[in-house]
């Protein structure tokens, strides 16, 4: 009798619902995570012909000059766009955190406009306004007889990615520096510390983490990029090797994979580097709401140092998006500082022809998004509220793919799905539209479960057991307590898995088979192709830039409401 | 961890030296959050701001260190006006509440911080480090980040890196909020220890009457901004100036009433017709009320019944009813209705002793002589 009691009551603990759903996950990630990555992996270890496991593909790897060359060149463009991404960001943070500035909106804007612009989508307008025969050289040799080569080769690359990509700099430092409690300058300050060696010897220290962070992140996002050194024409960096051996060589080709494995292990690498300088460093200083460094008052000239730098890099800034929406006006654009003229017609090309890459992009990007929030909810609950073992693996396997790049998930789903046929029509699997959903879903997936996990963390676990309490099942618990009390932070994750699976590139290039399934960033590559095509890729683009801006708005609404109506409650 | 500070060359060569405010005003804004403090703290002595959060005693204390500028007023250190000097040039030590270790240094490197930035020779901060760290026991953590150490190691650390500099003053903001009680205990009498052993002009603040009054030489209690009263603990507890320092000091039972002639003087009629001669000075029709603590109340009889017996010698009888009551252990706190006022008794307990329930109409005997007339 007791042993029969004890085994329904352990029954009865682990309730079947969590498990099926941590099950279904499970197959989910396996199946479009897992299996792709790590065919990608042993393709890479195996022989072209006999499908032995070798190194030899390794060997003709660093044995190829075009491919170390690359190896160099990625290597190259990743560094110097950090170093460039914190020349920009650290004037930008000192001065929003340590002086009164009236312009801290504007540095704040600053922080946002460059991520509402994929880097590729500008790239072509930077080319007009910076490259060789570009409107600022241009203006230059007609005055001063000089040009300055911003967009030669790797430099390109280098000084658009560091455009894009500063605000993952500017926004964790200046969150960093914020978080450092004042008592800490004080305190120095009060054993006789001052000045640059204040900051020097506490400041910058404590802020650490948070540049160590955000110039990580530049560094691997950089690395992985295709489509900007694509759209360039600079074909020498890793993941353009890797796109173009695959889509003009083929699947079966073994070097495709090898660069892959390069790129994951560098991702890694990087990762593995910043979680070893912030190692007992989480310098969470804030104590008891005294934050905040203490701020002075600019003299004068200061200020105007001020403004001008800001002005600067806020010029810098708004460069792709004034030279694309340019772009998209212009009859003829070359070899002149300004368009001949404008015109609408476009906007009507897009309209007209390519109606399909918007409407594919809005489906494709809300079914991601939908797919991320719901998976995202679902991994955040089971971990924090769960006693499911190995739980937390879910959210590691998601998690891990953070370090699989773009193209990397694209050729592991070619390798892994273009055998399969689709039921009733036979095509490969790999061409289905489902597909490159599922693609996009993955990549954005880590954003989407942090932002889910934040929101469920601020959902006491006393609320739903206050719930249960009064008789609520389980799930009626989830859906009338947890789920609405997530919902802006649900809602945020959303729109922002939304906005960038938007204008994703690079697992999309590989994925697409046809232009009729293909989405807006597809379409504005194929048209950046050719120069009559650049005026209607514009027009695309700046569509792009639309949704991407409306949803981080968008999101930032939700988040502020979010934010406002908790701090109500107080 | 029973540690007590151990004497070391630290303690020789400091000059105790005094700390003089005057006139001192600051606002933020409109908000006047010090008004016209006058305080003169002698040369060695263990002095606290006492007042509940929010009277202006941790403003004060930053404007001491630098850290708040005054709109009008003075600070003087020994003699020299430093109203005019930044933070970093004010030889002042400050414990922050928070401690404010920085975490990316060792214990080590934390405590050399000062001696550092003055420009030390590194062998002498060397020994001067091992000196402070020695001082306060924690010599064998030296090479510890502040995150590796308990809450009482890192108040000990922030103590360190203060004294190591020599300051002329110890400025001490919370320096115990942040510990559990029993380290509270144990800590305040090292602190005291310490203090003595170094001969430092120490200032503390504290929102706790308790701490203050059992290692401060003097205690300025503040409220809204203002100096209520500056004196010895005792001094404060006994002869309180006002109803804020009579209640923030210990429980105080306040009588309503009026201050009327009575044959032989004046006294202190409530409304319930009872009379308690007040001291000569207080003239009739003065405002004000009767203060006085639960200890000066005797009960007299439990059960209210009038047989007879007088009240004692110098005592005023007081009739009631008891209304609440609280077991502290070692006396029994009653709360008793008398004519539509309501006093605290303390009535001290014997394992075995009865409570008395409420509503049992009881007989007080109050001495006179330790009430206080209180005019605000």
Redesign the interface.
């Known amino acids: 009798m007791t042993s029969l009691a004890l085994t329904r009551e352990s029954i009865a603990r682990v309730r079947p619902g969590p498990a099926v759903a941590a099950v279904l996950i499970a197959l989910f990630l396996l199946l479009f995570l897992v299996v792709p990555v790590v065919q990608v992996i042993f393709v890479a270890f195996q022989d072209k012909t006999t499908g032995a496991f070798t190194l030899i593909n390794f060997a003709d790897f660093f044995q190829n000059d075009l491919f170390m060359r690359s190896f160099w060149n990625s290597f190259y463009v990743s560094a110097m766009s950090v170093v460039v991404a914190s020349a920009l960001a650290l004037p930008l943070a000192y001065l929003t955190t340590r002086f009164e500035f009236r312009g801290a909106v504007l540095i704040q804007s600053l922080g946002i406009i460059p991520l509402i612009m994929p880097p590729f989508i500008g790239a072509v307008a930077m080319q007009l306004l910076f490259g060789r025969n570009g409107t600022v050289n241009l203006l230059l040799r007609d005055h001063f007889g000089i040009s300055i080569p911003f967009m030669e080769g790797l430099n390109g690359v280098i000084f658009v990615q560091s455009i894009h990509y500063f605000p993952f700099i500017l926004i964790n430092l200046s969150a960093s520096l914020k978080n450092i409690d004042r008592a800490m300058e004080e305190s120095a300050q009060n054993l006789g510390c001052h000045g640059f060696r204040l900051f020097r010897r506490i400041v910058f220290p404590l802020a650490m983490p948070g540049y160590v962070a955000g110039a990580s992140l530049v560094f691997i996002k950089v690395f992985d990029d295709l489509g900007t050194p694509l759209l360039l024409n600079v074909n020498d960096m890793l993941a353009p090797q890797a796109y173009l051996r695959i889509s003009s060589i083929g699947i079966a080709d073994p070097m495709g994979y090898v660069i892959s494995v390069v790129l994951i292990v560098c991702s890694l690498l990087a990762l593995w580097v910043s979680a070893l300088a912030m190692k007992g460093k989480d310098y969470a200083t804030v104590q008891r709401g005294g934050g905040g460094l203490a701020r002075r008052r600019m003299k004068p000239l200061e200020l105007v140092a001020a403004y001008a730098v800001v002005l600067l890099i806020l010029v810098l800034v708004l460069a792709p998006h004034i030279g694309l929406t340019l772009l998209s006006f212009a009859t003829i654009w070359s070899f002149s500082p300004f368009p001949d003229a404008f015109t609408m017609k476009h906007y009507g090309t897009v309209f007209l022809e390519s109606g399909q890459y918007i409407t594919n992009t809005l489906l494709y990007a809300s079914l991601a998004a939908l797919l991320d929030v719901v998976i995202g909810t679902a991994i955040a609950y089971l971990v924090l509220r769960s006693k499911l073992p190995g739980r937390q693996w879910l959210d590691y396997i998601a998690m891990a793919a953070l370090a699989v790049p773009g193209v990397v998930l694209g050729i592991g789903y070619l390798r892994s799905f273009y055998d399969v046929p689709m039921p009733f029509t036979g095509q490969p699997l790999s061409g289905f539209w489902l597909i490159l959903v599922f693609a996009l879903a993955i990549r954005r997936l880590p954003y989407a479960l942090r932002a889910c996990t934040a929101a469920l963390q601020q959902v006491s676990n006393s609320l739903e057991e206050a719930a249960e309490n009064l008789g609520a099942t389980k799930l009626r618990t989830i859906s009338r307590v947890v789920v609405p009390l997530m919902s802006g932070g649900i809602l945020a994750g959303f729109v922002t898995s939304f906005a960038t699976a938007a204008v994703e590139l690079s697992a999309t290039i590989m994925l697409v088979h046809s232009q009729s399934d293909a989405p807006l960033a597809y379409g504005l590559y194929v048209y950046m192709q050719s120069a009559a095509g650049r005026g209607p890729g514009a027009a695309l683009g700046v569509f792009a830039v639309v949704i991407v801006g409306l949803g981080t708005y968008l999101s930032h609404v939700i988040i502020e409401r979010g934010r406002r109506e908790r701090g109500q409650d107080h | 961890m029973n540690h007590q500070f151990s004497p070391t060359s630290l303690a020789a060569g400091m000059e105790s030296v005094g700390v003089r405010i005057d006139g001192v005003d600051l606002s933020y804004g409109s908000h006047r959050v010090l008004k016209d403090i006058h305080l003169d703290i002698k040369p060695g002595e263990f002095f606290a701001f006492l007042g509940p959060s929010g009277c202006g005693k941790t403003t004060l204390l930053r404007l001491i260190?630098?850290?708040n500028t005054a709109q009008r007023g003075a600070v003087t250190i020994g003699g020299r006006d430093i109203s005019g000097l930044?933070?970093?040039?004010?030889?002042?030590?400050?414990v922050?509440?928070?401690y404010?270790l920085?975490?990316?240094m060792t214990v080590r490197r934390n405590v050399a911080?000062?001696l550092e930035?003055?420009r030390v020779p590194r062998a002498e901060i060397e020994r001067r480090v091992d000196a402070a760290l020695d001082l306060v026991g924690l010599k064998h953590l030296a090479d510890r980040?502040p995150?590796q150490l308990s809450g009482g190691q890192q108040q000990r650390v922030?103590l360190a890196?203060?004294i190591v500099?020599e300051p002329k003053v110890l400025l001490l903001d919370e320096p115990l909020s942040n510990l559990d009680a029993k380290l509270r205990v144990q800590m305040r009498q090292e602190l005291l220890s310490l203090q003595r052993k170094l001969g430092l002009t120490t200032i503390f603040v504290t929102h706790d009457q308790e701490e203050a009054n059992t290692i401060c030489d003097r205690i300025a209690v503040m409220e809204d901004g203002i100096v209520q009263q500056v004196g010895t603990p005792q001094e404060l507890y006994d002869h309180p100036a006002n109803l804020f320092v009579a209640g923030f000091l210990g429980t105080a039972n306040v009588l309503e009433g009026q201050v009327r002639a009575v044959d032989g003087g004046t006294a202190f009629v409530t409304g319930g017709g009872v009379a308690i001669p007040l001291p000569r000075g207080v003239e009739p029709g003065a405002e004000g009320k009767l203060m006085f603590r639960p200890q000066n109340l005797f009960i007299h009889q439990e059960d209210g019944r009038q047989d007879g017996g007088a009240p004692r010698a110098g005592h005023v009888r007081l009739v009631g009813v008891v209304r609440h009551r609280e077991f502290l252990g070692a006396s029994i706190r009653y709360a008793v209705d008398i004519g539509g006022q309501q006093v605290q008794v303390d009535a001290p307990h014997q394992a075995g002793d009865a409570l008395l329930p409420t509503d049992t109409p009881i007989t007080l005997d109050l001495a006179a002589d330790k009430a206080r007339f209180l005019r605000r």
């Open positions: 260190a630098g850290f930044p933070a970093h040039k004010r030889d002042v030590g400050m922050f509440q928070s404010a920085w975490p990316h911080f000062g930035e003055r980040r995150s922030a890196r203060t500099i």
